[in-house]
C-alpha cells in the first residue's frame, strides 16, 4: 500500500464525515489547513507524507467534541481504514503525538512537537485568524450558545485549561483570550508573515464592531 493511497483513504473518510459539521471544524477547514502546511512545508522541506497525514486528521478526535483517549481513537479509526499497520511505528509516533499536542488549549499547552507538527500546528491557527478566523469563532460561538458581544460582562481573563474550555462568556471574548495572540505563537517565519497581515484584519474589524456597536453611522 503506497503513500498515496493512504492519504486518498484518510481524505475521503473526512470528507464524507465532517462535509455538513457546522462549528468551523469540518473538512473545509482540515483542507485549508492541509493546503497551507504545504505551502509552507515547500519551505521548510520537512516530511511531506507526515505533515498531510497530521494536517488531515487533527481535528477528527479534537477534545472539544470527542470523549476518550485521542491516539487511540485514530489508532481505531486507522485500522477501520486498513491502513494502521502501513505506518511504520516511527511515523506513527509522530502523527499521534503532534495531533495530540497541536491544540492551542488557551496558550496553556507547552508540549512540544516534531518539526513536521509545528508546521502544521502553524497552518491550523493561522485559519483560526483572519476573515475565515472571525467567521469561524462566531459559527462555533452560535452552535455552543454563545453571545456575540456582552458589554455588561465584559473581557473575562482565562486563568487556566478548565477555565478556557468551560468558563461562559461572549464571542468577543474569543479575539483577546486566543486569536490575537495567535502571531505569537507560530514557529515558521513563513507562518509569521501570515498572521501578522491576518492580525491586522482582525484588530480593525475590532475596532469597526466597538464603533457600530455603540452608534456608529
Known amino acids: 500500500?503506497?503513500?498515496?493511497?493512504?492519504?486518498?483513504?484518510?481524505?475521503?473518510?473526512?470528507?464524507?464525515?465532517?462535509n455538513q459539521e457546522s462549528t468551523g471544524h469540518d473538512w473545509w477547514h482540515m483542507k485549508r489547513v492541509h493546503d497551507l502546511a504545504l505551502k509552507i512545508n515547500e519551505i521548510e522541506k520537512q516530511d511531506e507524507f507526515i505533515v498531510r497525514m497530521i494536517?488531515?486528521?487533527?481535528?477528527?478526535?479534537?477534545?472539544?467534541?470527542?470523549?476518550?483517549?485521542?491516539?487511540e481513537n485514530i489508532k481505531n479509526l486507522m485500522k477501520k481504514l486498513n491502513i494502521y499497520n502501513?505506518?511504520?511505528?516511527?511515523?506513527?509516533?509522530?502523527?499521534?503525538?503532534?495531533?495530540?499536542?497541536?491544540?492551542f488549549k488557551g496558550g496553556f499547552n507547552k508540549v512540544e512537537i516534531?518539526?513536521?507538527?509545528?508546521?502544521?500546528?502553524?497552518?491550523?491557527?493561522?485559519?483560526?485568524?483572519?476573515?475565515?478566523?472571525?467567521?469561524?469563532?462566531?459559527?462555533?460561538?452560535?452552535?455552543?450558545?454563545?453571545?456575540?458581544?456582552?458589554?455588561?460582562?465584559?473581557i473575562v481573563e482565562i486563568k487556566?485549561?478548565?477555565?478556557?474550555?468551560?468558563?461562559?462568556?461572549?464571542?468577543?471574548?474569543?479575539f483577546y483570550e486566543k486569536l490575537l495572540k495567535i502571531k505569537d505563537t507560530i514557529n515558521t517565519n513563513t507562518g509569521k508573515n501570515i498572521a501578522n497581515k491576518r492580525t491586522e484584519y482582525m484588530e480593525k474589524f475590532l475596532e469597526e464592531f466597538y464603533g457600530e456597536w455603540n452608534g456608529k453611522i
Open 1 to 18: 500500500m503506497n503513500k498515496e493511497y493512504i492519504l486518498k483513504v484518510t481524505e475521503e473518510y473526512i470528507k464524507n464525515n465532517f
Open 55 to 71: 494536517a488531515l486528521l487533527h481535528d477528527i478526535f479534537d477534545e472539544k467534541f470527542s470523549d476518550g483517549d485521542i491516539k
Open 86 to 103: 502501513e505506518i511504520s511505528d516511527e511515523e506513527m509516533n509522530n502523527i499521534l503525538h503532534s495531533i495530540e499536542n497541536l491544540g
Open 114 to 154: 516534531s518539526n513536521e507538527g509545528r508546521i502544521v500546528q502553524d497552518a491550523d491557527r493561522i485559519d483560526a485568524i483572519g476573515a475565515i478566523g472571525i467567521a469561524r469563532c462566531f459559527a462555533y460561538n452560535g452552535k455552543k450558545g454563545n453571545l456575540i458581544y456582552d458589554p455588561d460582562v465584559g
Open 160 to 174: 487556566n485549561h478548565e477555565e478556557y474550555r468551560n468558563k461562559k462568556r461572549h464571542a468577543i471574548n474569543h
